[in-house]
């Protein structure tokens, strides 16, 4: 599945957690299995990000390791490097990757040049508040592609419903004016009648979802995450985007061991 719903939508999709509800947010990401590997795999379908994008529904697969302080999976990779599971108060730093585009991937995108996948480094901030997490997050292009920033504050609440664990979460992202125009503008020599040349400028886009996972047994779960962001229209009024209303939803498993 090529780039689906982009970057925008958090999918949450290493997400998977016990009955006894001992899920819990570490670097902006909800884990748990504490100290275990995991393989995950399912499906995700969602909006279309760029006009006429060839693919909406797609398979998934994630997997890695979920330790006290490192972390590494398909979605990133982070380390604590300050505070404990009983502070009120953890740093780390992280890894992420942005992906890119080729121009068949969409009808809107046929003729201009391919955009490259990116690479941040960034430094996140969690922020205990009884049994929820505000986590706070700045990552800067450290690749030289679009040489531009992002941040984000996000707050996550897990809930256990005896069954499993609902965690939804509301946030806010923000993309610089280099991410915005690298990925969603258009420059003059890719202009056409029906993609007329555009600058994007930095923008927000406010996001909100959930993530639902229930034991199957002690190793296998199954997950569920929807997600919806809103961007606006600094971004959003590119003549690649087809809407500013984007969502994803997923349904898949995951194994502990």
Known sequence: MKKLCFVITSVLMSSHALAESNT???NGNIYSHQDQFFAGAGVATGSQFYKGQDHQTG?????GYHGEDFNADLSGI???FLGTNDSAVNFSIFVVAN???????ADILTGMKDRK???DLGLNAD???????????FQ???TNVYDGFQADITYYHPI???FGDLVPYAGVHYFSKDFANYYTGVTSSEATAQRPAYQAEGTFAYKLGYALVIPVTKHLDITQATGYSHIAANMADSPLIDSSNQWVTTLGVSYSF
């Open 160 to 162: 256990n419903l005896g």
């Open 140 to 142: 800067h292009d450290v």
């Open 24 to 26: 819990y947010i570490r």
């Open 78 to 80: 982070n380390y604590r």
């Open 99 to 105: 992906p890119g585009f080729d121009a068949n991937d």
């Open 117 to 119: 996948f990116s690479g």
């Open 59 to 63: 398979i998934y697969l994630n997997g």
């Open 127 to 137: 922020i205990h508040l009884g049994t929820g997490t505000l986590s706070t997050k």
